[in-house]
């Protein structure tokens, strides 16, 4: 039985944290195929069922307590495994309490609003842990590598120029002060995965009948912005990883390591969070011990009840 300690969550978590206010080169302080010096063990996904058993009971407990919520944001570049990640890190957490939200490219509907407004529109509700499969951080990473795609947003002349993403960083920071502030916490992760990995990965999408729906051409043409894309990330990193909502940059060329490095990172999150099932009242157990007698009054305890349903139904069939 593997034993995970709240401290070795908390200290793998720590390693991929990118501080507030730090300068981050992606190449040098997040190599894509870390792996905290550990190999790939054998029971790797006994680590990681641990870890979703983990998830699962404190995702119980946030949804009973219904007083806050969870937001986690998953950025990453084209087959770094986003997809895989929350299929499964979040496979035993009950669909009831967990919603995701994958962005594509925005509707005439969504241009036709504030950058922010579709992702408002489904942010979580109290209770609920909300993951947004690539989001509003899109505003300042494909956009900015493609400004030509500003043009569809039709903004005021006047709020274009060279301070428009300055701007968006104290934008998005300022929402997401907003949010924690109102009880949403945010996770926001970041999967780092390098360019030879994701040559193989996008090969077997295309060598594999059963991964064929996963090409995309334009992504192999996204290939050829990769240094732009990084430094995009390394100046919205530098802005926007905040006190109140940092970024965790997870290494994904190994699958893996990156699952349990994530179910790490949320796992400590909910641990700060500490949600607590809600307390009843010295009235209100009282009166559940009087109803308690009423329906063991009924039907007997609840082994008794078992036992006598088991018994009634071997005798049915003993007269049949």
């Given at each position: 039985m593997v034993d995970i300690k709240k401290a070795d969550v908390q200290k793998l978590a720590e390693?991929?944290?990118?501080?507030?206010?730090?300068?981050v080169d992606l190449t040098r302080d997040f190599p894509t195929d870390d792996s905290a010096g550990y190999e790939k063990p054998d029971n790797a996904g006994e680590i990681l069922q641990v870890g979703v058993d983990f998830l699962?009971?404190?995702?119980?407990?946030?949804?009973?307590?219904?007083?806050?919520?969870?937001?986690?944001?998953?950025?990453?570049?084209?087959?770094?495994?986003?997809?895989?990640?929350?299929?499964?890190?979040?496979?035993?957490?009950?669909p009831q309490g967990c919603e995701v939200t994958?962005?594509?490219?925005?509707?005439?509907?969504?241009?036709?609003?504030?950058y922010l407004w579709r992702c408002v529109r489904n942010l979580p509700r109290r209770g609920m842990i909300g993951i947004f499969n690539r989001s509003y951080y899109e505003e300042v990473l494909v956009v900015r590598v493609h400004p030509s795609f500003l043009t569809a947003q039709r903004l005021p002349p006047q709020t274009l120029g060279k301070g428009l993403w300055k701007q968006r960083f104290e934008e998005i920071?300022?929402?997401?002060?907003?949010?924690?502030?109102?009880?949403?916490e945010i996770?926001?992760?970041?999967?780092?995965?390098?360019?030879?990995?994701?040559?193989?990965?996008?090969?077997?999408?295309?060598?594999?009948?059963?991964?064929?729906?996963?090409?995309?051409?334009?992504?192999?043409?996204?290939?050829?912005?990769?240094?732009?894309?990084?430094?995009?990330?390394?100046?919205?990193?530098?802005?926007?990883s905040t006190p109140w909502a940092p970024w965790y940059v997870l290494p994904a060329d190994k699958k893996w390591f990156t699952r349990i490095a994530a179910a790490a990172v949320i796992a400590n999150k909910l641990i700060e969070m500490d949600p607590q099932y809600p307390t009843v009242s010295a009235e209100d157990r009282e009166s559940m011990a009087t109803l308690r007698e009423r329906l063991v009054n009924e039907?007997?305890?609840?082994?008794?009840?078992?036992?006598?349903?088991?018994?009634n139904k071997k005798s049915k069939h003993k007269k049949d």
């Amino acid at each position: 039985m593997v034993d995970i300690k709240k401290a070795d969550v908390q200290k793998l978590a720590e390693r991929y944290l990118v501080k507030p206010g730090k300068d981050v080169d992606l190449t040098r302080d997040f190599p894509t195929d870390d792996s905290a010096g550990y190999e790939k063990p054998d029971n790797a996904g006994e680590i990681l069922q641990v870890g979703v058993d983990f998830l699962a009971g404190m995702q119980e407990r946030l949804y009973a307590e219904n007083r806050r919520g969870l937001l986690i944001i998953l950025q990453a570049l084209d087959a770094a495994g986003k997809d895989s990640t929350i299929a499964h890190v979040m496979s035993g957490v009950n669909p009831q309490g967990c919603e995701v939200t994958s962005s594509k490219a925005p509707s005439a509907e969504e241009l036709s609003h504030d950058y922010l407004w579709r992702c408002v529109r489904n942010l979580p509700r109290r209770g609920m842990i909300g993951i947004f499969n690539r989001s509003y951080y899109e505003e300042v990473l494909v956009v900015r590598v493609h400004p030509s795609f500003l043009t569809a947003q039709r903004l005021p002349p006047q709020t274009l120029g060279k301070g428009l993403w300055k701007q968006r960083f104290e934008e998005i920071n300022n929402f997401e002060k907003y949010l924690v502030g109102n009880g949403f916490e945010i996770v926001k992760i970041f999967l780092t995965v390098g360019k030879v990995e994701q040559c193989g990965r996008q090969l077997e999408r295309i060598d594999k009948p059963d991964k064929n729906w996963k090409f995309n051409a334009g992504d192999l043409d996204e290939r050829n912005y990769w240094n732009d894309y990084l430094k995009a990330y390394e100046d919205l990193f530098r802005h926007t990883s905040t006190p109140w909502a940092p970024w965790y940059v997870l290494p994904a060329d190994k699958k893996w390591f990156t699952r349990i490095a994530a179910a790490a990172v949320i796992a400590n999150k909910l641990i700060e969070m500490d949600p607590q099932y809600p307390t009843v009242s010295a009235e209100d157990r009282e009166s559940m011990a009087t109803l308690r007698e009423r329906l063991v009054n009924e039907c007997g305890e609840p082994g008794e009840a078992a036992a006598t349903k088991k018994k009634n139904k071997k005798s049915k069939h003993k007269k049949d």
